[in-house]
């Protein structure tokens, strides 16, 4: 009868349209390497713990996965051929890859940590609209980061406060405001009439700046009829952005307010709050990496990848670097990430084609203040967005002075100029390295 090692098969090569699985896996003691990484590639596919007698049928054979490569530091990879899956349905695709493997007795830990995605797959989805050169023609700003705020208390504030403080932070000099990742149509804060006074706000500080604004309005919602009619609000408003929790929200959600914003023509800002109860363990989940491809791949077109070590929240330089590559270029080579620091996990990431897939705004956020943006940038480039939320609303002169604290950080940087002699001649600038120097939030 099969058993779990009849998945393995080291002598197969892979053809170019499996999809390809990189798996880190740790056998129990009591179990030997070729059953558990079989049951991996068994129970991701189409086996289970019994031997069955129709898994020898060559039709289910076809589409049974295959163990082709396993290393003695437990790094596996695992072809699937691609007539495994549906087309256009990331839900199905990760429940065969991402599904039960995590919670079998049969592996001590299993961490999922890329995907080489065939041609036919990434093609069936839309992929991102605008991409990181439309959003930024969108602004028509092509030589600098754009800068976004979220006010901050993240929830609790009155629509007008918030609206204020949109006010504020536009004309003090960012191009974007944007909704936290859990504020979206509370009692003291309703969608419509946030999105509605605070579009006319923008419109103000538009005219009285010169300068294009937009906000990134979440539209995370309770039910897929009631994110279609906040993003057509949103459309009808004419702004050109929309925000969605993808985690929270899941992958069929983001599939179909891809397939909305099509038809509103509105760029999808993704923030990927709760990521990190599955992508912070090096030994047990699934990579950010992998979050970030499968949001490009759906279509995404701004995405959080983190600060490279700098603030409040995780995430490596090497593994922000990482994300930033396979969001943004066409052609990837594998490579063993973070082999040589200290601690961290080393995480196989796989040869890579995007076949023309628009690249991802990179976006750097979470405990960014003026005083410590200049070394993101070093890691990251100025091909990104920047995101200042108390490092804004902190400011003790408040929001509107944060602000300009923030831009100027940005434009000493691109000036080439330390912080501290920029500060000389700006005086926010000045009053927020008093606050907080170049000190690193965590
Ligand atoms: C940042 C933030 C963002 C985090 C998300 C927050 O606020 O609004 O949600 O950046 O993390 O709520 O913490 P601050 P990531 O600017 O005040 O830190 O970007 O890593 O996904
Ligand atoms: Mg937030």
Redesign the pocket.
């Known amino acids: 009868m099969a058993g779990y090692e009849d998945f393995i098969h080291l002598d197969y090569t892979p053809k170019p349209d499996d999809l390809i699985a990189s798996f880190k896996v740790k056998v129990p003691k009591w179990e030997t390497a070729r059953r558990a990484v079989g049951a991996v590639a068994s129970e991701s596919s189409v086996g289970t713990w019994a031997g069955v007698a129709a898994l020898k049928y060559d039709h289910v054979q076809r589409v049974a996965a295959k163990v082709f490569h396993m290393s003695k530091d437990g790094w596996v990879k695992i072809a699937y051929p691609v007539d495994h899956f549906e087309a256009n349905n990331m839900s199905q695709i990760l429940a065969s890859v991402a599904g039960n493997v995590f919670g079998m007795k049969a592996v001590e830990s299993l961490r999922l940590e890329d995907i080489k995605w065939p041609k036919k797959i990434i093609k069936s989805f839309r992929g991102p609209q605008f991409g990181i050169k439309g959003v930024r023609k969108i602004f028509k700003v092509y030589d600098r980061p754009l800068t976004l705020?979220?006010p901050?208390p993240?929830v609790g504030m009155t629509t007008k406060e918030h609206a204020d403080i949109g006010y504020k932070i536009w004309t003090g000099g960012l191009d974007l405001l944007?909704d936290?990742?859990?504020l979206t149509s509370q009692r003291f804060n309703p969608f419509q009439k946030r999105v509605a006074l605070s579009l006319k706000l923008r419109d103000k500080a538009e005219q009285e700046t010169g300068e294009k604004k937009s906000y990134l309005i979440n539209v995370t919602a309770p039910t897929f009829k009631e994110m279609e009619k906040r993003v057509k609000f949103v459309a009808d408003h004419g702004n050109e952005f929309v925000m969605v929790d993808i985690i929270t929200t899941g992958w069929m959600g983001v599939n179909s307010l891809r397939e909305i914003c099509d038809d509103h023509h509105l760029a999808i800002h993704a923030?990927?709050?709760m990521?990190g109860a599955f992508t912070r363990n090096p030994e047990h989940g699934f990579s950010m990496l992998l979050v970030a491809e499968i949001a490009r791949i759906i279509g995404v077109d701004s995405l959080?990848?983190?600060?490279a070590g700098v603030?409040?929240?995780v995430?490596s330089k090497d593994e922000v670097l990482e994300i930033e590559e396979h969001i943004i270029d066409q052609h990837i080579k594998a490579r063993l990430v973070h082999e040589k620091l200290k601690g961290e996990a080393g995480l196989h990431s796989l040869d890579e084609e995007w076949y023309g897939t628009k690249p991802v705004f990179p976006?750097?956020?979470?405990?960014?203040?003026p005083g410590i943006i200049a070394p993101v940038l070093d890691r990251i480039g100025t091909d990104v967005m920047a995101?200042?939320?108390?490092?804004?609303?902190?400011h003790l002169k408040g929001s509107h002075a944060g602000a300009k604290a923030a831009r100027q950080a940005i434009q000493a940087y691109l000036e080439g100029v330390d912080v501290a002699d920029y500060a000389k001649k700006h005086v926010e600038l000045a009053q927020a390295l008093k606050q907080w120097g170049k000190w690193r939030?965590r």
């Open positions: 705020s979220v901050k993240k944007k936290d990742e859990n923030h990927r709050a990521h959080h990848i983190g600060t603030g409040k929240l995430g976006v750097t956020s979470g405990g960014l203040h995101q200042f939320g108390g490092g804004v609303h902190g939030p």
